[in-house]
């Protein structure tokens, strides 16, 4: 069964830290553009965080970065493990929010560069993992 499994969410003060995982499960995520969204209670989905698939010459997992999160998080593959991870790090109260992880098995062949044009269009999503960060 292809899926993406999102863990590792919780509680955590101002200025804590928590690592998300991303597993996939029925392919290979070095194959595939992996992003990172999170969505608030009453606000749209924002794209947090993507990295390019890396498995060939073409693609070399260059990462990207919402403003927003920049120099706070970092996002990473184990291709062992099948897992994209996403350390956050500083976290604030408006970082709460629920966090998923998505590709598509024809718009993650891109990179992140191109993906960004279709987050609309992205077929396979987790079920999300709740951050709450207290102030």
């Known amino acids: 069964q292809v899926q993406l499994v999102e863990s590792g969410g919780g509680l955590v003060q101002t200025g804590g830290s928590l690592t998300l995982s991303c597993a996939a499960s029925?392919?290979?995520?070095?194959?595939?553009?992996i992003v990172w969204f999170r969505q608030a209670p009453g606000r749209e989905r924002e794209a947090v965080s993507c990295?390019?698939?890396?498995?060939?010459?073409?693609?070399?997992?260059?990462?990207d970065y919402a403003d927003s999160v920049k120099r706070r998080f970092a996002i990473s593959r184990d291709g062992i493990k099948n897992t994209v991870y996403l350390q956050m790090s500083s976290l604030k109260p408006e970082d709460t929010a629920v966090y998923y992880c998505?590709?598509?098995?024809?718009?993650?062949?891109?990179?992140?560069?191109?993906?960004?044009?279709?987050?609309?269009?992205?077929?396979?999503w987790g079920q999300g993992t709740l951050v709450t960060v207290s102030s």
């Open positions: 998505a590709t598509d098995h024809v718009f993650g062949k891109e990179d992140c560069s191109v993906i960004a044009r279709r987050y609309d269009d992205l077929g396979l």
């Open positions: 990295v390019s698939r890396n498995d060939d010459d073409r693609y070399d997992g260059t990462t």
């Open positions: 029925g392919f290979s995520l070095d194959r595939f553009t």
